[in-house]
């Protein structure tokens, strides 16, 4: 008996996808149209237990709902996730068409760790947070990453980047702002021209890691710079009139030619769009992102759309923002109406069935979708190439020319506020006093005391301050006052007053700190970087080069007076976009 034609590389994309969707059921391609969390058990092993962010096993998402795209949530060793990996591909090869599993994962190469949104590096080289990148300005340096993570993330079987975040941070209290390029379209859109080259090449093959580019049409201008992944979040607001510019950074994606798009959770309100949520929204999906801009890739909704469901043990409502009445199976059918062809973090293709069955949605709309999820994995080259190997894994992630680029990056990206007095660099073996700073690593550079008053000088690591939110998955979107704390402002002014301080606030947001400014001896800024980093560039062993992807504001009154689309529009801001000093 022949092999089915879908099974032969020598014949052309379309007619092997035309084949395969042929033979498949109803219920086989509603599968396809789900892109949902897995974890890994020990060892690299199949998780079966459903529980947490599983509903259902592992076997019975692949074998029995036909599932074939999976992000993976959580840390693991390289050689477990590559082994992982290869047993997820073996289940699916079991499956009656044996088609292989995508394999994706959000940003896992710095120093964020937010289950919602980022990974700590772990086993991967660790870089700079994309404000990092962008504090550079080296469209080179964002490519050469993007080619590390492509490297790294191909040895353990990642398939498709939920990243790169274009977003531009404009409203200073959103708490998504450290994944993004900063607050201006120019170098963002810059950016990801570079980034979408390193993750996938000259064009997408069996080399490449797709991009799924988010969170179009641009999700930085939050009302009051609440996240939309909650209710109190849901409104994105244009009161300056700036819409096209939020998407400039979109339409240099698609013109990098990326291959996918996640549209975001937040509905627009006041403009001439539909008032639901982008991944609800036809004018956004089809009259913008397909018709205007010509995107011909796959539309993948940001997770939890659909559903409500149990994060870390709390209910969490659907982020169904605008079709809140709407039952499941309508959301799911509205989506679909506006274009989206993959529903993220979500496991219902019954739902979809009962759809097509019903005359709600008819097939031929079911099988656009599904052509443009297969061709992506016949494109990719895993029909042929499944597999990946655990030895080599474990070589390639985190291999010492990688990590030595992630650590140049991480000193490049620094950016130095202020040097009073030509504090910077430090000379000889000072007694150090430290805070915030291994003491261990310090010593290295100096001789560590523990007072203050006895040091000849002190550094000091802070971070962008925020107000804690009651909720578990809240608690890691850090967003509120910018302002720190009177107590925790005070105690840092008098370690100031007692020593001369380098001050490193790590700037995940913009934070407020015109005291800090004032009285530090130098001031630093970091957007993921180690102590080693800090203090080589601390001690003149290396050369910091970052500029500000976004102005410091001098109050919490100035950020609520400014319009939440407009890139830093706070009133005489006490560091403006730009603004960093060689030494």
């Not at 064009?203 to 988010?214: D, N, W, Y």
Request: charge should be negative; charged fraction near 25%.
């Amino acid at each position: 008996m022949s092999s089915p034609a879908y099974r032969d590389p020598a014949r052309p994309v379309d007619e092997r996808v035309e084949d395969l969707l042929s033979r498949m059921t109803l219920a086989e391609k509603a599968g396809q149209l789900f892109h949902t969390m897995l974890v890994m058990g020990p060892g690299g092993t199949l998780v079966e237990e459903a529980g947490g962010v599983l509903r259902d096993g592992t076997t019975e998402l692949v074998a029995g709902r036909h599932l074939t795209h999976f992000n993976l949530v959580g840390q693991g060793g390289a050689r477990e996730t590559a082994e992982w990996a290869n047993r997820m591909q073996e289940l699916a090869a079991d499956t009656r068409l044996g088609i292989p599993v995508t394999l994706s994962t959000d940003p896992r190469h710095a120093f964020t760790d937010n289950p919602g949104a980022s990974f700590l590096a772990g086993d991967f080289s660790a870089w700079p947070e994309p404000l990092g990148l962008a504090a550079t300005g080296d469209a080179e340096l964002v490519e050469r990453f993007a080619d590390t993570v492509r490297r790294e993330y191909l040895a353990v079987g990642f398939r498709v980047a939920l990243h790169p975040q274009i977003d531009l941070a404009t409203e200073p209290r959103w708490s998504r702002q450290s994944g993004t390029f900063g607050s201006r379209a120019e170098t963002a859109a810059e950016l990801v021209r570079a980034y979408v080259r390193g993750l996938q090449g000259p064009r997408l093959g069996p080399g490449s890691v797709a991009a799924m580019v988010k969170h179009f049409p641009g999700g930085g201008p939050q009302k009051d710079g609440e996240d939309p992944h909650f209710p109190y979040g849901k409104e994105q607001v244009y009161p300056g009139g700036m819409r096209e510019y939020h998407l400039a950074p979109f339409v240099a994606a698609v013109e990098a030619g990326c291959s996918q798009m996640m549209p975001y959770y937040g509905k627009p309100v006041g403009t001439d769009w539909e008032e639901v949520g982008f991944g609800f929204n036809r004018d956004v999906l089809t009259g913008l992102l397909r018709e205007r801009l010509g995107f011909e890739g796959i539309v993948c909704t940001d997770w939890g759309l659909l559903t409500d469901a149990d994060i870390m043990g709390e209910p969490h409502q659907a982020r169904a923002w605008g079709v809140e009445h709407l039952s499941v199976a309508e959301r799911a059918a509205k989506a679909l109406d506006a274009g989206a062809d993959q529903f993220g973090g979500e496991q219902c293709p019954e739902v979809i069935v009962e759809l097509v069955r019903s005359g709600r949605v008819s097939e031929e709309r079911l099988d656009l979708s599904v052509r443009r999820v297969l061709r992506e994995k016949f494109v990719l080259g895993l029909f042929e190439n499944p597999y990946v190997d655990p030895d080599r894994a474990a070589e390639i992630v985190g291999a010492g020319e990688f990590r030595a680029l992630g650590e140049a990056a991480q000193r490049r990206s620094l950016t130095v506020l202020t040097n009073r007095d030509a504090l910077l660099p430090l000379r000889g073996r000072p007694g150090l006093y430290v805070s915030g700073v291994s003491e261990r690593t310090a010593a290295a550079y100096g001789d560590v005391v523990a007072d203050p008053a006895a040091a000849d000088v002190a550094v000091l690591r802070l971070r962008t301050p925020y107000e804690a939110r009651p909720g578990a998955f809240e608690s890691f979107f850090h967003a509120g006052s910018l302002a720190f704390p009177e107590d925790e402002l005070k105690e840092i002014l008098r370690l100031l007053d007692t020593v001369p301080t380098v001050v490193c606030v790590n700037l995940e947001r913009p934070a407020v700190l015109p005291e800090i400014a004032e009285r530090a001896a130098a001031l630093v800024a970091d957007f993921g970087a180690s102590d080693a980093a800090l203090l080589d560039v601390a001690f003149g062993r290396a050369r910091a080069e970052g500029r500000l992807p976004f102005e410091l504001p001098r109050s919490m009154a100035a950020v609520a007076a400014a319009r939440p689309d407009v890139p830093d529009d706070t009133a005489d801001p006490v560091f403006p976009y730009g603004h960093g000093l060689d030494i």
